[in-house]
């Protein structure tokens, strides 16, 4: 053996015959006659009796010889004649038979290929690339091209035959799809440019054709669903094809094919289809329908730009017919609880039916948006829903169901452009829940603040958090009281006081009101130990804003306790001494303003089923003839009488106007701070700037009116805080 090491790679070359070829003169001629007669036996299928390496060794012994062009212009003629011998029985097949033949003698041509260019292995390696000629099989294949594929009588023959069978299978006939797989291989195999040029081009044309004059008959016939359904199901088709027996290359230019007949030529007439289109299919909550629209429209150019642009328009009609339709706002919970289903609605078929696409989601959301702000009470009628929601509505339900409520409200209120609005209604509405102890749950409406505080930042909510923080506070100064003064405040009324915070409450500065001496009694005792425990402070007693509870007795001595108002309490005092008084008489003894007395007397006497006072004469309305006497015969089931009083959910126009200019006050000092903060850091600004720039920071809350911003930048020209260019008016310059 010998020593270590991996043994050597030999390498192995053909080599020579060793033994002397003698050559004789007609050898070429004789050699090539062996071998033509081989190639025909291959064709007519009796290779079985040859010796492939006898063939072999005289192809080899005559290209080593230099007869290597003879053996290759031979077997280039011999192969000629035998595919024309072909063409013709391919040609005289009839009917269904004509693709059979043509795929069995594909089939036989190349295997017979096959065997030649085993023969011919040496030519190949050798004379055909010193040469530059063909190789053997691709040479097969280019033949069989040119006298049989492109032969006239086969070549028209064909593609009709193709596309016929097609048409067929479009038309519900079931074909041999396994033949028409070979055929379309067959031309692939002979080169993509032959598939292409002599079968896939044709066939996209008539395809055209044929889904041109089928859609148009479709779109007269059908609703916009079943047409739909219909381009849906030839589309799939199509693919379908493709993977059966067309090259994987067509899928994209046939789908294009369809898509463009089927769906981009009739996009508009499909979306604005009367009793079936886009706005029915939104109205119906089709969301199969819009699904099978969306997922067509979006293999289109600008496909679901037509469908976003179509909703968009429906959305800012509808929603603006809901805003200003005078019957819904009548009721202001009906009106936002309207706009939260039309959310809902069209939340879900984004969802369900457009994959939740970001696009349409941003189309909606500009939608609302545009429509909410057309009514200039959205704010105070969102507040209004928070506030049933808070006193009544959500009794009894989940945690869960509250968040999702209050969520759903938060998205209202993000569209909201007048948001300080909102939040002024919303301070008023919170004042009342809390102070009547209305509100179906504390945690409800801390959570509404924090969501607020999330949306808006710390400056929105903290005067509504200061409003929680009196109310507790106030609930220990009342312990307190009671703790150190009950001895000296004896079997007197029991008095409960809110202590709130100027500035954290909406209170209006209101006249006071003469109480009842026994209340006036207690007020006083309260006033001195609030004012001896807290130095420096000042209580000014909110009448308008109270309630108390007196028990009455009535004929055939029935007991009620009755839950009043302050000022209502004030009016029934007066009867303890008086059977019957004017409405003269009564505004001089209470000096209750005369709105407040009218809606008061009115709930007291004229309400069904509440009337503790009567009035003569006796009509729904107060008028300051009237006479009032307490109505001995009132009688109720229950023993506890909650006697509110008549006042409007909504605003009164006076009313509205007040809150609106309040608002507009409120705005003035924010435009001013935002246009100090901005001109303190750029010293120097034009006019233009300065009104995009605190439109900008101020954008969250309101949307500044420009012309209120120029009224507050002379406002601080004025007050030296600006100045105008000497050289150039409309620039400003920031003064130190």
């Known amino acids: 053996m010998s020593g270590g090491g991996p043994p050597r790679k ?12 003698e050559l004789d003169p007609k050898y070429a001629e004789r050699t090539w006659k062996v071998l033509e007669h081989a190639i025909h036996e291959i064709y007519n299928h009796n290779a079985s009796g040859l010796s492939f390496e006898e063939l072999y060794r005289s192809a080899y012994n005559m290209v080593l010889h230099k007869y290597g062009e003879k053996l290759y212009n031979g077997l280039e003629s011999t192969m000629t004649w035998r595919l024309k011998e072909i063409s013709k029985s391919i040609e005289a097949a009839q009917g269904g038979l004509f693709l059979e033949e043509l795929n069995a003698k594909w089939m036989d041509h190349n295997k017979a290929l096959q065997m030649i260019r085993d023969i011919l292995m040496y030519m190949d390696r050798t004379y055909v690339p010193t040469s530059h000629r063909t190789p053997v099989h691709e040479l097969g294949l280019n033949l069989w091209r040119d006298h049989i594929i492109h032969y006239p009588m086969i070549h028209g023959r064909l593609l009709d035959t193709l596309l016929d069978l097609i048409h067929r299978e479009r038309m519900g006939e079931v074909i041999n799809r396994g033949l028409m797989r070979s055929i379309t291989k067959m031309l692939m195999d002979l080169g993509p440019a032959v598939y292409q040029d002599d079968f896939e081009k044709p066939f996209l044309e008539v395809s055209a054709s044929f889904y041109s004059g089928e859609s148009q008959e479709f779109i007269e016939c059908c609703d916009c669903g079943n047409y739909l359904k219909k381009a849906e199901r030839r589309l ?4 379908e094809r493709v993977s059966h027996y067309l090259d994987a290359g067509s899928e994209a230019k046939i789908t294009s094919v369809v ?25 119906d909550d089709k969301y199969e329908d819009l699904g099978r629209m969306y997922t067509l429209f979006r293999r289109v150019s600008d496909g679901l730009s037509t469908i976003r642009d179509m909703m968009t328009s429906y959305l800012r009609e509808t929603g603006k017919h809901l805003v200003t339709d005078p019957e819904r706002l009548k009721d202001p919970v009906d009106f936002v609880q309207c706009l939260l289903n039309e959310k809902d609605k069209h939340d879900k078929i984004i969802n369900v039916a457009f994959g939740n696409d970001k696009t349409f989601q941003n189309a909606l959301n500009s939608s609302f948006e545009f429509f909410i702000n057309l009514n200039n009470r959205s704010p105070e009628f969102i507040s209004l829903y928070v ?4 006193r009544k509505g959500l009794k009894g339900a989940t945690e869960e169901d509250v968040e999702g409520i209050l969520d759903k409200v938060m998205m209202l209120f993000r569209y909201l452009q007048e948001k300080d609005v909102f939040e002024k209604y919303y301070k008023q509405h919170l004042a009342k829940r809390l102070l009547s102890g209305k509100t179906v749950s504390d945690d409800a409406e801390r959570s509404m603040i924090v969501k607020l505080k999330t949306e808006c930042g710390y400056q929105f909510t903290s005067k509504l958090e200061g409003m929680f923080t009196d109310m507790k506070t106030s609930q220990d100064t009342m312990q307190d009281f009671y703790a150190k003064k009950s001895e000296e405040l004896g079997d007197g009324p029991t008095l409960d006081v809110h202590i709130l915070t100027t500035g954290s409450w909406p209170t209006q500065p209101s006249p006071p009101c003469s109480l009842p001496p026994e209340i006036l009694t207690v007020c006083e005792k309260f006033r001195g130990y609030y004012l001896g425990t807290h130095s420096g402070r000042r209580l000014t007693w909110q009448t308008n804003m109270g309630t108390a509870d007196i028990k009455a007795t009535f004929g055939k001595s029935q007991k009620h306790e009755l839950n009043v108002s302050t000022y209502q309490m004030c009016v029934l005092m007066l009867f303890n001494s008086s059977d019957g008084l004017t409405y003269k008489d009564i505004e001089q003894a209470t000096e209750i303003p005369s709105t407040d007395l009218k809606r008061c007397l009115q709930s007291l006497a004229c309400v069904k089923g509440k009337n503790v006072l009567r009035k003569e004469p006796m009509s729904k309305d107060i008028s300051e003839d009237d006479t009032f006497f307490f109505n001995d015969k009132f009688t109720s089931k229950l023993v506890k009488v909650k006697i509110g009083t008549v006042v409007a959910a909504k605003e009164s126009e006076p009313e509205k106007q007040e809150t609106r200019q309040r608002v507009e006050e409120d705005r003035k000092p924010q435009i001013e701070a935002a246009i100090v903060r901005i001109m303190k850091s750029r010293r120097v600004l034009d006019h233009n700037s300065i009104v995009s720039e605190v439109t900008k920071q101020l954008q969250a809350r309101f949307l500044p009116n420009p012309v209120i911003i120029k009224k507050r930048i002379e406002s601080l020209i004025e007050r030296e805080f600006l100045e105008r260019d000497k050289a150039d008016r409309k620039l400003y310059r920031y003064l130190a």
């Open 259 to 283: 898509e463009k007949e089927m769906i981009a030529n009739h996009m508009h007439r499909l979306v604005d289809m009367e009793n079936s289109g886009l706005v029915n299919m939104l109205i």
């Open 236 to 239: 799939n088709e199509e693919m």
């Open 10 to 21: 030999r390498n192995f070359k053909i080599e020579a015959f060793k033994h002397r070829v």
């Open 387 to 390: 506030d049933d929601k808070l």
